[in-house]
């Protein structure tokens, strides 16, 4: 009989080493189940955006940021954990959200978020709080409550701008999008999103940089590079302040001009040298309007009546804005003459071919010789001696 209780005890042992090794070996750990919850509540949170559930989404904690966003188009939205750090019955998590406008982006655009969570009196994880991840841009529900206007092939997105301001930004686009087609060609997308944050500031946060970089800046457009159609929709993002200090041509070829960039986005990449990227741009911009380069180069045209012909096409370093508002603006200027002039001596059509050729090599070395000798028939050396020639006669 002893014998026999000996042998259970023993059993029972050996049970209790074999659930504690799976436990240990193979079942999941406290923090990998935390993991799981949280992504759990956040999959239920995507789910909510896309459904219009306002309900849902506040079942699953904070109703920021749902109450900005509602009225953006989505056809998409998820997020993906990456980390998530756990103190008793409070989180930390580190997120990648992606999302696609409806009808614009090809494929997600993705932020770094950061949510903070507890667990609430049900032991369930619920969201505090949703903002962007340390160094990551701002999304401009982030600023507040974002407004919708649909123009025929545009969308704008604004915070603390009524309906009459967007619908005038959504005009502007669908003059800007036909008259890029008309220079460029059909090989886009043809739909642009506009974002019009309510200050320099929103527009700062939305680019992730120093609100100094882009005050006098009108409007930027961002996106990746070299998309082939793999990427999504380049956004343009007006700077209220300076947009609106200028008048309707102006406001006008701004707008043509980013628009420009989207068009161009699949053939620019590292080799395409940013002369030739915003000279580009700023010659379909300017295409049709009237204005010659007296009334469109101001600096360079007092540059060139010093006797100050710049020696070389700007460089890339010409662009930034460390050198000063003149500076910058020779650089813009000196990149349209030079497509101006392909344009008037080569066609317009050299010119686009021009671009495409440079942007179909992976680099930037010899990528712009190539192009000169194969398009243009040219060097290096004799483009840029008519072109210094071409500035002394259009701007002397």
Request: hydrophobic share 40%; charged share 20%; glycine share 10%.
């Amino acid at each position: 009989m002893a014998g026999r209780r000996r042998a259970s005890n023993s059993s029972v042992m050996a049970v209790c080493l074999l659930l504690a090794s799976l436990t240990a070996c193979g079942g999941p750990s406290a923090a990998d189940t935390a993991k799981a919850e949280v992504q759990r509540v956040l999959d239920r949170r995507a789910a909510a955006v896309l459904d219009h559930d306002p309900a849902a989404y506040a079942a699953t904690g904070t109703r920021a940021p749902y109450a900005n966003l509602w009225a953006v188009p989505l056809t998409a939205w998820s997020y993906r954990l990456k980390s998530l750090r756990r103190s008793g019955d409070t989180a930390v998590a580190h997120a990648e959200l992606r999302y696609r406008v409806t009808g614009y982006d090809k494929a997600p655009v993705t932020a770094g978020r950061t949510l903070t969570l507890s667990t609430g009196a049900d032991g369930k994880w619920y969201v505090d709080s949703d903002r962007p991840e340390k160094k990551s841009a701002e999304q401009l529900w982030d600023q507040g409550t974002v407004s919708v206007v649909h123009g025929r092939r545009g969308l704008v997105l604004g915070v603390g701008h009524g309906d009459a301001v967007l619908r005038g930004y959504a005009d502007l686009a669908d003059r800007a999008i036909p008259a890029v087609s008309d220079a460029w060609g059909t090989d886009w997308s043809r739909r642009v999103v506009l974002l019009v944050p309510k200050t320099l500031e929103g527009m700062a946060g939305l680019l992730g940089s120093p609100a100094s970089n882009y005050r006098g800046i009108a409007a930027v457009t961002t996106g990746e590079t070299g998309g082939a159609g793999r990427t999504p929709a380049d956004r343009i993002i007006v700077n209220p302040a300076a947009y609106g200090m200028l008048g309707s041509l102006g406001k006008q070829v701004v707008l043509t001009h980013e628009t420009t960039h989207v068009a161009t986005r699949a053939h620019t990449n590292a080799a395409t040298p940013l002369w030739l990227s915003e000279g580009y741009a700023d010659w379909v911009g300017y295409r049709g309007t009237g204005r010659t380069p007296d009334e469109a180069a101001p600096e360079l045209r007092r540059a060139v009546a010093d006797g100050d012909v710049p020696a070389a096409l700007p460089s890339d370093a010409d662009f930034g804005f460390a050198g000063g508002p003149a500076r910058l603006a020779r650089a813009y200027e000196s990149g349209w003459m030079a497509c101006r002039m392909i344009a008037d001596h080569w066609g317009e059509q050299r010119l686009d071919d021009f671009y495409r050729s440079v942007g179909a090599h992976d680099s930037r070395a010899g990528a712009v010789e190539d192009a000169l000798r194969e398009v243009l028939g040219t060097t290096l050396e004799r483009f840029t001696e008519q072109w210094r020639a071409y500035l002394r006669g259009q701007l002397g």
